[in-house]
Nanobody, 121 residues
Framework: QVQLVESGGGSVQAGGSLTLSCAAS?????MAWFRQAPGSEREGVAA????????KYADFVKGRFTISKDNVKKILYLQMNGLKPEDTAMYYC?????????????????WGQGTQVTVSS
């Protein structure tokens, strides 16, 4: 079992920044951030594949978001810069992935409860 606790969400204006954190109860190799807006399907945002040296991003966040992983502290981060209103969603941390695609939800076994990010224009 892996327990995941996200934090760092909040409300910001467009162009602002937030850093999300996901504290894991134990280390897992492949972890990722997903998001889900009301009425939309859950979508992959960024993944840390393998030991953390390999990352993958959805096209809509490339150049704005950065995923990183502290394997000692067992914390996954998502630095979000240049936030847009369309980034508004519940953001979820996922762990114990299969390390295949990285941004596909069914690859992950454990999920956090989410942290809300709201970006106003």
């Amino acid at each position: 079992q892996v327990q995941l606790v996200e934090s760092g969400g909040g409300s910001v204006q467009a162009g602002g920044s937030l850093t999300l954190s996901c504290a894991a109860s134990r280390y897992t190799n492949c972890m990722a951030w997903f998001r889900q807006a009301p009425g939309s399907e859950r979508e992959g945002v960024a993944a840390s594949v393998g030991s953390g040296l390999s990352t993958k991003y959805a096209d809509f966040v490339k150049g704005r978001f950065t995923i990183s992983k502290d394997n000692v502290k067992k914390i996954l981060y998502l630095q979000m810069n240049g936030l847009k209103p369309e980034d508004t969603a519940m953001y979820y941390c996922a762990a114990d992935g299969l390390c295949f695609d990285g941004l596909v939800s069914h690859e992950y076994k454990y999920w956090g409860q989410g942290t809300q990010v709201t970006v106003s224009s």
